[in-house]
């Protein structure tokens, strides 16, 4: 009986003197599948403020990447020759502005006048923006794998999606001559524009810039606006297009309801941004209200020996810091466009454990 009762205990507790012997492996790591849900844009995992702070990484770590990759400034470098074109095909317009090819588009009382000349500008420079971006994005989104992609395969790798790129390009020049056309002709847009350019850059800049070039940087900067407004509100159309392969409106739609999942990482971006703007605002308000500053002493700015050579090297410098920055800002924004996108497109992802997580025996079958 009691032999009974002990081998019933053995039996119970798993060990039988007449069962085989167990055989075991050699120590393994056994890598678990472990599914981590990160905090996707909308979800509220996070808060908004946890949000918003991702943005200004993504932002400034869009300036460190520059930095870090000079190969980037390729990128700079092909803006700025688009932006230069831009200057000197405006000039040539302002010098030849009895050639206008008029288009009248009705608008209350009065006509809006579309010159084609400004259309064809447009869709040469926005194609030429475009490209560029999406050349950036193929290039940033392959720049973490094994074998990145050199600029000139970035571009190849564009190619298939040329068709949709042009026709973006298109409708954002329609857009944009028309827009163009509503900041120079009508009244109120038209006295908002002319009352910044005479506060920030008017004085004293007309005392050593020619008219012509005046001109040319005048409108330039205004299609330049344009444009980054347009860049803007389809932020993530160039990503949609070029990564997820999708046409022009479904890549459009896509872009409206990513930005609303991630506005709050846009603002993050936008305070970062907003504030390198403002300090180069801040730098040109105090050039141009420099007559001022100076209680109208003009003397100092017509005197060669005064303040005229001083004044001159800051206009034309400052116009040339300005064109640099925003040759760097277009690649810097284009880096963290294509961030902002990834992040917001980012599903559930596999994370790797880390070195020593516990080593997990496995018993032999």
């Excluded at 946890?50 to 990447?65: E, H, L, Q």
């Excluded at 007309?206 to 005046?214: E, G, L, R, T």
């Excluded at 020593?356 to 079958?365: L, R």
Aim: charge should be neutral.
């Amino acid at each position: 009986m009691i032999t009974r009762i002990s081998e019933i205990i053995h039996e119970w507790m798993g060990w039988c003197p007449n069962a085989p012997a167990l055989r075991t492996a050699p120590a393994v790591l056994v890598v678990p599948s472990v599914t981590v849900n990160p905090a996707q844009p909308g979800s509220g995992v996070t808060g908004g403020s946890g949000r918003i702070r991702r943005g200004i990484d993504i932002a400034t770590g869009s300036i460190k990447s520059l930095i870090r990759d000079k190969r980037l400034l390729w990128f700079s470098l092909l803006t700025s020759l688009v932006i230069l074109f831009l200057i000197a095909a405006e000039a040539w317009t302002v010098e030849n502005s009895g050639s206008i090819m008029p288009f009248l588009i009705p608008l209350g009382d009065s006509f809006l006048v579309i010159d084609t000349r400004i259309f064809l500008l447009q869709v040469i420079c926005l194609s030429c923006f475009t490209l560029i971006l999406a050349g950036l994005v193929q290039y940033r989104s392959r720049e973490a794998d094994a074998k990145p992609l050199m600029i000139r395969e970035a571009f190849s790798a564009v190619n298939p999606h040329a068709g949709t790129l042009s026709a973006l390009s298109i409708v954002m020049a329609l857009a944009g001559t028309f827009l163009e056309a509503i900041a120079t002709q009508t009244q109120l847009v038209g006295k908002i524009v002319f009352s910044i350019s005479m506060v920030v850059f008017y004085l004293p800049y007309a005392y050593y810039i020619p008219d012509v070039f005046s001109m040319a940087l005048f409108f330039s900067a205004i299609i330049m606006a344009i444009t980054i407004l347009q860049f803007l509100l389809a932020l993530y159309v160039v990503p949609g297009i070029v990564r997820e392969n999708k046409g022009l409106l479904s890549a459009l739609a896509g872009s409206v309801t990513l930005m609303k999942k991630t506005w709050r990482e846009m603002l993050g971006c936008t305070l970062v941004i907003g504030a390198i703007f403002l300090g180069v605002a801040v730098i040109a308000l105090v050039i141009g209200q420099s007559p001022l500053l100076l209680n109208h002493d003009y003397d100092f700015f017509l005197s060669l020996s005064h303040g005229q050579l001083l004044m001159t090297v800051v206009c034309y410098g400052f116009i040339l810091v300005c064109g640099i920055l925003m040759a760097v800002g277009s690649t810097v924004m284009g880096i963290a466009v294509t961030d902002l996108y990834a992040y917001g497109m980012t599903g559930p992802v596999h994370r790797i454990p880390e070195r020593g997580t516990p080593v997990v025996a496995e018993p032999a079958p």
